[in-house]
């Protein structure tokens, strides 16, 4: 099947969402609660587009919109701009002390006005720490209570027995607001601290116990396991040597 | 003719939630232990429970057939009485009967009153007669009739009788049922759901409440109807956590169904399975968007999803479902039972059938209305509703829940369908109608929707989260007396992003409060921004109240009310309010019978 996007002859297959297919074909379309790993959400609205469907024209969020027919869909409209720009308004608002909001709000030439803003606050709520953390396997973290109230936590704020400390949450957050420190050979994440684990070969820490103990009793043995991420590469680069 | 004084008395009692609160449970015991003690009582009279007549003003209600007596606001102490006079005596008791308000006659009967005279049930038709726990009681009504005739048809009759019949969603979408039936029909996966919804969360809404709880049966008929059509064998009955009674009827509706083969496995011996499971719903509002119910059900957070694919295509569990409205299910077994035709002539060009509506607010009848679509609301205010408490002048009156507008006097004459109201700005919703007199400030009006509806936005969204906020920030502002000039753009502009880029039907409608009290009553605005002023004498910050001395009569009627004893003056003497002890409470003007109380700018801001 061919779409039109921007007026450029896009081919898709049945089902695609219009973001996938944008991007396929290097058109830009801005997100922020969107990642490849995951499917679109639909919670940020900055991916929104204008849609012609059979001569009737709808706003569509692009990231989630199927593609089941012939359309022709514009990724910049004057109505869609004025529309982003109050939504990067919006997240600024929520989240003023990110560093890509920041620089978003500029970019968008936000004007400021009399609205509050959640001072210090970094989290936009796009929900992706949520959906990597399920993805491996833990669902330690998840999105708890509602409205202006919503926020991404452990169950009762406590340290989560669940939580592997792999940091895959703080490793995917576009806005750097989940915060994760280490020391003297622990990290501290979501309340709870783990011991962490160092490198058989490099010496260095790299991983935490329960991380390496999860992946251990997931799959069969792998004798990099037990080394930090850069000796893994120098291995595998000696290994590539030796074949070739 | 047969002679009524012979006949066996019936003795209905409703127990709906308003006449239980008011005590109908203990008045029903009364009349059953102390009827049980009359010798030969079983020739003599029987007592029955029934659902809410919706006339719950002036509950426990008492109906006695075949004489057709109603009995309002009935006590234990009054059943002897009644016993007595009515069922013994076959005469009345004259000062339980209601009392008309204008001609002070006294009513017989409810079905006399222009509140009920005027008003069409449908898919209220059981209510108040039945007892809802008896089964035999709803198909004496020719209950399960439609699904025995259902029987007889095809899958395609039944669905095309439903398109026929003009029948659009009661639950606020207004989409039309018929189409929704058949997209799922035509899905190739055979998997299929129904749903009734029944998580009613709008403030003041109780039809479907009165539906599931007054006549349980009619939704099982629809859904089991649709359930053979679409050849579905699981439905599930998702209702609001709080409503108690209506689970409690649903269950044993259930229950008497499924021994009466109407549920279950093998329906009257027949190829067809259908089960229905009752879901408490998750307390929120939001679990009312359909998307929202279906993750609820599922066992996820109340997150709506986008709706590009409809749920009769992918829905609960990624199968078609069909997800109707308790009242939507309410009408079902009345099209297919009568007649697609029939229903098609109620109503209007594109709206058919009737719609409940409930009535309350500052009018004088409060309760559920049953009217065609197509009745202006004069008639259902001031015709059903008997006009605005007091005396005083209509304002406004607030459709469709708190996402829906506020529709002000010049449109009273407004035909009541699903486009009209979408016309003027508001919508049909669940079909709350709440009146408001000159009392109301629209200004805060709208700020205590917003402030509702930023409570109940799941946050999921952007726009609906962070926008309904910014919303209500404003309005805050703009009440308290912060109000900035721009403000009202501003507004503006907010509101159309958050309607056109918010994912569910929350955030959609969520800026009709603010943009229909801007359309209608932007002076109102205006007079708080720029003057400072609140006409209403309602934002405190803004109300200065003192006493026109050329109207003041001296009846101290405004001190003795005064909870802040602020108000002096000698009998028969003009009174005056002492502005710095005045709380604003509004409670002198209300209780002024004079119009002496003014309503002036607050000096000093």
Known sequence: MIIIID??????????????????????????CHHQAFAGQGRCRLCLVEVTEQGRKRIVASCTYPITREITVCTSTPRIEKMRKNLVMFLYKQAPASKLLQSMYRDYECQDNSLPENAGEKCMLCNLCVLACEEMGSSAISLIMRGTEKKVATP????????????ACAAICPTQAIELTERDGYRTIWNKEFKLVNCQNCGQPYATQEQLAYIESRGPDNEMLHCCLSCRQKMTAQKIKIFT | ?????????????????????????????????????????????????????????????????????????????????????????????ERLLYRDPISKNRVQSH???????????????????????????????????????????????????????????????????????KSCLQQEEKQRYIICNGDEGDPGAFMDRSIMEGDPHTVIEGMLICAMALGASKGYIYVRDEYDLAVKNLTRAIQDAREHSLLGDKIMGREFSFHIELVRGGGAFVCGEETALLASIEGNVGEPWDKYYF??????????????NVETWANIPVIIGQGAQDFAQIGTENSKGTKVFSLVGKVINTGLVEVPMGTTLREIIFEIGGGIINGRKFKAVQTGGPSGGCIPAE???????FDSLHEAGSMMGSGGLIVMDERTCMVEV???????????????????????????????????????????????????TVQEASLCGLGKTAPNPVLSTIRYFRAEYLDHIENRFCPAGICRNLTRFSIDPEKCTGCGLCKKNCPANCISGERKEVHTIDPQGCIKCGSCIDTCKFNAVLVQQEVGL
């Not at chain 1, 009762?156 to 940091?167: H, I, K, P, Q, T």
């Not at chain 2, 015991?29 to 020739?43: K, N, P, W």
């Not at chain 2, 749920?311 to 109707?324: A, R």
């Not at chain 2, 449109?411 to 369908?417: Q, T």
Request: hydrophobic fraction near 35%.
């Open chain 1, 7 to 32: 007026n450029q002859e896009v081919q898709v297959s049945y089902g695609d969402t219009i973001l996938d297919a944008a991007q396929r074909a290097k058109i830009h379309i801005p997100t922020l």
């Open chain 1, 156 to 167: 009762y704020n406590e340290a989560s027995l669940d939580c592997l400390g792999c940091g």
């Open chain 2, 1 to 93: 003719m047969r002679n009524k004084q012979n006949e066996v008395r019936q003795v209905m009692v409703c127990c709906g939630t308003g006449c239980q609160a008011s005590g109908s449970k203990q008045v029903l015991e009364a009349f059953i232990t102390q009827l049980q003690s009359l010798e030969g009582v079983e020739a003599v009279a029987s007592t029955k429970a029934t659902g809410c007549n919706g006339w719950c003003e002036q509950g426990p209600l008492v109906k006695i057939l075949p004489d057709d007596i109603t009995y309002c606001l009935v006590k234990v102490k009054d059943v002897p009485v009644i016993i007595e006079k009515t069922i013994l005596g076959h005469g009345i008791v």
């Open chain 2, 111 to 181: 079905h006399q009153l222009d509140f009920y005279r005027k008003q069409k049930k449908v898919a209220l038709r059981n209510i108040g007669e039945i007892d809802p726990a008896s089964i035999a009681d709803y198909m004496a009504r020719d209950g399960y009739q439609a699904f025995k005739k259902a029987i007889t048809m095809s899958a395609q009759e039944i669905v095309d009788e439903i398109i026929n019949s003009g029948l659009r969603g009661r639950g606020g979408g207004g989409y039309p049922t018929g189409l929704k039936w």
């Open chain 2, 311 to 324: 749920p009769s295509e992918k829905g609960l569990w990624g199968y078609p479902t069909v997800i109707n």
């Open chain 2, 411 to 417: 449109l009273l004459d407004l035909k009541l369908d």
């Open chain 2, 446 to 496: 709208a700020r205590y929707y917003l402030n509702f509806l930023a409570g109940e936005s799941c946050g999921k969204c952007v726009p609906c989260r962070e926008g309904i906020r910014h919303m209500l920030e404003i309005l805050t502002r703009i009440c308290e007396g912060r109000g900035r000039t721009g403000d009202l753009e501003l507004l503006e502009e907010l509101a159309e």
